[in-house]
């Protein structure tokens, strides 16, 4: 098993478990930003090395459960699920605020501003069709009690989450999936 070293002493992860993570993460009805992706193959390759303590190799969990989705999974609550106490409003003010910028800058060079409980971006001629006349704009939240969702900006619209972290750096990795949604990078991945 290969090992990634994401810092000089950080944690570690294995090739094979992030392309199992990432394999994973192409099932689920959820985004996930790559340092979600490396928290769980972090977790997965704990779990392999544990296992190969006692003679199992990381191809025979297979046998028996989705591992690489079972530790997604699990990770992914830590991002998804309401913290304890809820975000004040000042604090979702404030991740909305590092969503605009991140948005706005030069490296991704999108329109957003605030729209409602949400942040409203303009579709791009690559955006996949969406709302009623298929024109709608992009609508992206980080909840008080939850994670980061996007949706088109129309009534009755279907909400995709983004897992990511509720902080400054995990704004930006949000923006980076708006961005690659917005200019049809991703396909539309609420038909899944």
Do not use: C
């Amino acid at each position: 098993m290969s090992t990634t070293d994401s810092a000089v002493h950080g944690p570690a992860y294995s090739t094979e478990a992030y392309a199992a993570v990432e394999e994973a993460a192409n099932s689920r009805r959820s985004l996930y930003v790559p340092s979600v992706l490396e928290h769980a193959a972090e977790l997965l390759t704990a779990l392999w090395a544990a296992g190969e303590k006692h003679g199992v190799t990381p191809s025979e969990w297979g046998w028996t459960t989705d591992l690489a989705g079972g530790t997604l999974d699990v990770v992914s609550r830590q991002y998804a699920s309401a913290p304890k106490p809820e975000r004040t409003h000042a604090q979702i003010v404030s991740l909305q605020g590092h969503l605009i910028g991140a948005l706005t800058s030069e490296e991704i060079g999108l329109t957003a501003r605030l729209g409602g409980p949400g942040v409203i971006v303009e579709r791009g001629p690559d955006t996949p069709r969406g709302g009623f006349h298929g024109d709608a704009d992009i609508d992206v939240r980080i909840y008080s009690d939850g994670g980061w969702s996007f949706s088109f900006a129309a009534d009755g619209a279907s909400v995709m989450s983004i897992v990511a972290p509720a902080s400054q750096a995990g704004a930006s990795q949000v923006a980076e999936i708006v961005r690659a949604f917005v200019r049809g990078e991703i396909g539309n991945p609420f038909r899944r």
